[in-house]
């Protein structure tokens, strides 16, 4: 079946302008995760949602960063206010259930360049 | 909260020869431990995980091995192949972190024919 799908799969933005990242998990995945990938960096995680329980945002940076998911599925990554160090790659993933055990299916992500 | 230390941050090898890649983690709590493949320009791929408890697991030319103690897990990887180059990251799910994964800071792996 599909996987986890990003879009854009590339974006240019001027300092200070909005972005919206987005990414449709795999269908009947209830977990949904944001990571952030800077150049030659591991992966640090963002936000992570899980059915109808609140998120756990203790990965956003700052408050210029937001995320919502609609409807249990689709989720949008907000970047208000763009920096150049926020240049990097943001991947999404999704899981089956939060379980501990779970393994996540990442996207391609989307490369940001704040110019 | 977790936190995964990741060795080495890159490994040459020869065609054929083995390739070992070490973490650590902080969390004793921690239960699940998986290894995921990036290949350029794609987002990460999961190769193998294993539980706390297990002690090994093997997938054909890939083998994880766990040591709850010392708190380590390893990658194998044998008979290495051109196409096995890639940047690995391990990962580590902690007790106390329901559902997140911390990640190591990567290993580029260069296998030369």
């Known amino acids: 079946g599909a996987g986890v799908s990003q879009s854009p799969s590339n974006k240019v933005t001027e300092k200070g302008k909005d972005v919206e990242l987005r990414c449709d998990p795999i269908s009947g995945h209830t977990a949904l995760y944001w990571y952030r990938q800077s150049l030659g960096q591991g992966l640090e995680f963002l936000i992570y949602?899980?059915?109808?329980?609140?998120?756990?945002k203790s990965g956003l940076p700052s408050d210029r960063f937001s995320a919502e998911r609609t409807g249990g599925s689709v989720s949008t990554l907000t970047i208000q206010r763009t920096q150049q160090e926020d240049s990097a790659v943001y991947l999404c993933a999704s899981t089956r259930q939060g379980a501990q055990n779970s393994p996540l299916h990442f996207g391609n992500g989307t490369r940001l360049t704040v110019t | 909260g977790e936190n995964v230390e990741q060795h080495p941050s890159t490994l040459s090898v020869q065609e054929g020869d083995s390739a070992v890649i070490k973490c650590t983690y902080s969390?004793?709590?921690?239960?699940?431990f998986p290894w995921y493949k990036q290949e350029l320009g794609k987002g990460p791929q999961l190769i193998i995980d294993i539980r706390s408890n297990v002690g090994e697991k093997k997938d054909q030319r890939i083998a994880v091995t766990l040591n709850k103690t010392a708190k380590h897990f390893s990658l194998h990887i044998t008979e290495t192949q051109p196409e096995d180059s890639a940047v690995y990251f391990c990962?580590?799910?902690?007790?106390?972190?329901?559902?997140?994964?911390?990640f190591g800071q990567g290993t580029i792996l260069t296998v030369h024919p």
């Open positions: 949602f899980q059915g109808n329980s609140a998120p756990d």
């Open positions: 990962a580590a799910r902690g007790g106390t972190s329901y559902g997140k994964l911390t």
């Open positions: 969390d004793s709590a921690s239960n699940y």
